[in-house]
Nanobody
């Protein structure tokens, strides 16, 4: 069993920054893909950024240049540094991990960007 716990969400003004953290625990052996997704009210869940491994990163066009994903494999932890936040970034952010073909999700953390 694998558990993912996200933290770092909150309320921030436009132009502000937040850093999300996702800690994985449980039966961790060989983590492959890790990524951040978000879901705004009335919209489908979408990919924000991914760290599939090997130092590679993938970003949605809407966050390129503003968000940075990183992972600490020794700590089984995934981060998302979010700068220059915009109101359209408001959503619940979810951590995703894929290991041995199985996908796991965290409970989500709310990010609200508003003045």
């Amino acid at each position: 069993q694998v558990q993912l716990v996200e933290s770092g969400g909150g309320l921030v003004q436009p132009g502000g920054s937040l850093r999300l953290c996702c800690e994985a625990s449980g039966s961790i052996s060989s983590i492959g893909y890790m990524g951040w997704y978000r879901q705004a009210p009335g919209k489908q869940r979408e990919l924000v950024a991914a760290a599939p491994g090997g130092g590679n990163t993938i970003y949605a066009d809407s966050v390129k240049g503003r968000f940075t994903i990183s992972r600490d494999n020794a700590k089984n932890t995934l981060y998302l540094q979010m700068n220059n936040l915009k109101p359209e970034d408001t959503a619940v952010y979810y951590c995703n991990l894929v290991m041995w073909g199985a996908a796991y999700w965290g409970q989500g953390t709310q990010v609200t960007v508003s003045s």
